[in-house]
């Protein structure tokens, strides 16, 4: 059985930075997309950023500039650094892993800005 696992999140004042990992353990096939995504109350979950196998990456407006994906394939690892963090990041993070076959969703982390 595939799980995913994320770990890095807690709590950091405004400016600070978090590294979010998400490591995917259980036999999985190869992994395609590794995206992150957050969560707020009341609020749909919105796609933070995505790398694909070639490295290509997208990331929502409101975190370019500040936040980096990166993945590890030969750990089945991806990573979320997160700099100059806002009191309006503050969020459930979830990643996600999509192989051909299906979409995997790890338990989230929850990531708070504040002083």
């Known amino acids: 059985q595939v799980q995913l696992v994320e770990s890095g999140g807690g709590l950091v004042q405004p400016g600070g930075s978090l590294r979010l990992s998400c490591v995917a353990s259980?036999?999985?096939?190869?992994?395609?997309?590794m995206d992150w995504y957050r969560q707020t109350p009341g609020k749909q979950r919105e796609l933070v950023a995505g790398?694909?196998?070639?490295?290509?990456?997208n990331y929502a407006d409101s975190v370019k500039g500040r936040f980096t994906i990166s993945r590890d394939d030969a750990k089945n690892t991806a990573h979320l650094q997160m700099n100059s963090l806002k009191p309006e990041d503050t969020a459930v993070y979830y990643c996600?892993?999509?192989?051909?076959?299906?979409?995997?969703w790890g338990q989230g982390t929850q990531v708070t800005v504040s002083s």
């Open positions: 259980g036999s999985i096939s190869r992994i395609n997309a």
């Open positions: 996600s892993f999509s192989t051909s076959y299906r979409r995997y």
């Open positions: 790398i694909t196998r070639d490295r290509s990456t």
